[in-house]
């Protein structure tokens, strides 16, 4: 599975500007910029979401040849401004649609070795490790979380990816390490809403 490779190559320049810790172990503490700016609802009709953001949700659109045929990536990401406070620095919602048959949530066992499958996939294009990962249904659809460390442990990506119909989620969070304990992670993650119909998946409803 490589949409995971492909939008990090979108998104992955955006990190090495920021190396520096969020604060001195000895400073004092100081507020993220999700706590001071806080959480921004975005709804997006066509890709069938509702979710809380700390900032306003750039999109990116693209066509690529698979071995499915022509696939259309969508990918909203907001890097965060202020990469010395950020916990997280950047935020992304992606999904792409797959054809008639290929993919199906009902089809529990294709979907856990398509979800473990894309796991290793990410694990390998950030050259990391894989810290933990577990089964994750996301509003009854089948789905799966994991973190990944790299850069010699001083970067981490949390991944939640799920299926819904022929749909394929993935909301990643990119962080440092040392920047908390993910609750900024977790509540981009839980306050995921899907908009369409329990069973159906892509733009047809099929």
């Known amino acids: 599975m490589r949409v995971y490779l492909y939008l990090l190559l979108l998104i992955l320049p955006g990190l090495a ?3 520096t810790p969020m604060a001195a172990p000895d400073a004092e503490p100081v507020r993220s910029y999700e706590a001071d700016h806080g959480w921004t609802e975005v709804d997006d009709l066509e890709g069938r979401f509702r979710i809380l953001t700390p900032g306003p949700l750039e999109h990116k659109e693209d ?3 698979t071995a499915m045929g022509e ?3 969508h990918t909203f990401f ?16 992606s999904y792409v649609d797959y054809p008639e048959g290929a993919l199906h949530q009902d089809s529990t066992d294709l979907v856990e070795e398509f979800l473990v499958n894309t796991q290793e996939s990410a694990a390998e ?3 990391g490790e894989v810290i933990y990962a577990t ?5 009854g659809f089948p789905g799966r979380l994991w973190r990944i460390d790299y850069k010699d442990g001083e970067a981490s990506a949390r991944t939640l990816a799920f299926v819904a119909g022929r749909r394929y989620y993935e909301l990643k969070t990119f962080t440092l390490t040392g920047r908390g304990l993910g609750e900024s992670s977790d ?3 839980r306050s995921f809403r899907y908009l369409g119909s329990k069973g159906t998946g892509g733009p047809t409803g099929k």
């Not at 089964?135 to 509003?139: G, H, I, L, Y």
Request: aromatic share 14%; no cysteine.
């Open 17 to 19: 500007v920021a190396q």
């Open 63 to 65: 066509t690529l040849a």
């Open 71 to 73: 696939q259309v990536f």
């Open 78 to 93: 907001f890097k965060v401004p202020d990469v010395q406070r950020a916990e997280n620095l950047i935020y992304v919602l």
């Open 125 to 127: 294009a950030l050259r």
């Open 135 to 139: 089964d994750r249904a996301v509003e």
């Open 187 to 189: 509540t981009f993650f």
